[in-house]
């Protein structure tokens, strides 16, 4: 048994989205989403499992984790000590390679790093879509993270039938436009924001309906290779999920003043002939889908309203994979 590996593993923007579990515990989804995996934003982990070990250890950009933290890390790789029957104790040393200033830490490329890194360093030779069906129960999002370009995260009936399937390599002139909006203080989790939303939006059943219809126009839409139909539904659909959150009790909203502002200039660059579109998660940050070659151009446009190290443009990334000294 190797015992020891390091794997590397993007986040992942989601263009039709998810947002509501119908399985708490399992990490079930109420709908199926569909994401972009990023570049420029990725997790890099090591998992050493060790006999010597009498707990397990986390450390996130070289600093050791505290209780809670590591609890989390400790009740995610049960999930692979269960599965190698194994009682093994790890140490988990990750490094998050987000932009500085950019305050776009994610559990999406996290838990994949370390479902994949946990993966190999036990032997235990899951294929990459029963990989995905561990990484979910870690964090949703991150079930999609194990494959790049763009990425389905098909709902299923069961944990085991819920994981992700890759659906294109996005390799053909598709970019992102990160604008990292200034923060104030830490917003409603998006864990405890999709459970209200379940729980008392009156808009929720009529999301969980349209999004089914738009992860279907989307895959048709990136099967044509439609860029401007990709854009549109992507915008549309991130819109209305946004929407379910102000039907909530009480209601609350991820949006600052500069989201505002870069919805707007990206709007203002459809009118000027530059096909652009936006969308926003659990935070105040926008995310601009765009021609990859155009994306010079569009954050020229956006360099009006914000600083250069707030403005990302990345392309899309890989699945995860090993990284060998
Ligand atoms: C997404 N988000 O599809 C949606 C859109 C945020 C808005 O997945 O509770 O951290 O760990 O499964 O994955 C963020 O939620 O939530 C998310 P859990 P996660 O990307």
């Given at each position: 048994m190797p015992n020891k590996a390091c794997v590397r593993a993007h986040t992942n923007i989601a263009l039709i989205k998810y947002w509501g579990k119908r399985d708490e515990t399992n990490f079930?989804?109420?709908?199926?989403?569909?994401?972009?995996?990023?570049?420029?934003?990725?997790?890099?982990?090591?998992?050493?499992?060790?006999?010597?070990?009498?707990?397990?250890?986390?450390?996130?950009?070289?600093e050791q984790q505290g209780e809670k933290e590591t609890q989390k890390i400790s009740k995610f790789l049960d999930l692979f000590r269960a599965e190698k029957k194994t009682a093994l104790r790890a140490r988990v040393e990750s490094i998050n390679h987000v932009p500085t200033a950019a305050g776009l830490a994610s559990s999406a490329s996290a838990f994949a790093?370390?479902?994949?890194?946990?993966?190999?360093?036990?032997?235990?030779?899951?294929d990459p879509q029963r990989l995905s069906t561990f990484a979910r129960r870690g964090?949703?999002?991150?079930?999609?993270?194990?494959?790049?370009g763009f990425v389905?995260?098909?709902?299923?009936?069961?944990?085991?039938?819920?994981?992700?399937?890759?659906?294109?390599?996005?390799?053909?002139?598709?970019?992102?436009?990160?604008?990292a909006v200034n923060q104030k203080a830490k917003e409603v989790s998006s864990r405890i924001g999709m459970k209200r939303t379940v729980e008392t939006s009156p808009f929720y059943p009529a999301?969980?309906?349209?999004?089914?219809?738009d992860i279907l126009d989307i895959k048709a839409a990136i099967a044509a290779k439609d860029f401007i139909r990709l854009g549109e539904i992507t915008e549309a659909n991130g819109m209305k999920m946004h929407g379910t959150m102000l039907g909530a009790e009480p209601p609350f909203s991820y949006w600052e003043p500069d989201s505002i502002v870069a919805i707007k200039t990206a709007q203002a660059l459809?009118?000027?002939?530059?096909p652009c579109y936006?969308?926003?998660?659990?935070?105040?940050?926008?995310?601009?889908?765009c021609r990859l070659s155009q994306a010079?151009?569009?954050?020229?446009?956006?360099l009006e309203h914000f600083t250069e190290d707030k403005l990302i443009i990345t392309k899309p990334g890989k699945g995860i994979r090993e990284l060998t000294e």
């Amino acid at each position: 048994m190797p015992n020891k590996a390091c794997v590397r593993a993007h986040t992942n923007i989601a263009l039709i989205k998810y947002w509501g579990k119908r399985d708490e515990t399992n990490f079930l989804p109420m709908n199926s989403s569909l994401s972009l995996t990023l570049d420029k934003l990725y997790t890099d982990t090591m998992v050493v499992f060790d006999e010597a070990l009498p707990q397990d250890f986390f450390y996130l950009n070289g600093e050791q984790q505290g209780e809670k933290e590591t609890q989390k890390i400790s009740k995610f790789l049960d999930l692979f000590r269960a599965e190698k029957k194994t009682a093994l104790r790890a140490r988990v040393e990750s490094i998050n390679h987000v932009p500085t200033a950019a305050g776009l830490a994610s559990s999406a490329s996290a838990f994949a790093a370390l479902a994949g890194a946990a993966n190999l360093a036990l032997g235990l030779d899951l294929d990459p879509q029963r990989l995905s069906t561990f990484a979910r129960r870690g964090s949703g999002s991150a079930t999609r993270s194990i494959y790049g370009g763009f990425v389905e995260w098909d709902m299923g009936t069961c944990s085991d039938d819920s994981f992700a399937v890759p659906v294109d390599d996005a390799g053909w002139d598709i970019g992102m436009v990160i604008v990292a909006v200034n923060q104030k203080a830490k917003e409603v989790s998006s864990r405890i924001g999709m459970k209200r939303t379940v729980e008392t939006s009156p808009f929720y059943p009529a999301w969980v309906e349209s999004a089914k219809k738009d992860i279907l126009d989307i895959k048709a839409a990136i099967a044509a290779k439609d860029f401007i139909r990709l854009g549109e539904i992507t915008e549309a659909n991130g819109m209305k999920m946004h929407g379910t959150m102000l039907g909530a009790e009480p209601p609350f909203s991820y949006w600052e003043p500069d989201s505002i502002v870069a919805i707007k200039t990206a709007q203002a660059l459809r009118k000027q002939g530059i096909p652009c579109y936006v969308t926003m998660d659990a935070g105040p940050n926008v995310k601009v889908l765009c021609r990859l070659s155009q994306a010079e151009t569009i954050k020229a446009a956006f360099l009006e309203h914000f600083t250069e190290d707030k403005l990302i443009i990345t392309k899309p990334g890989k699945g995860i994979r090993e990284l060998t000294e």
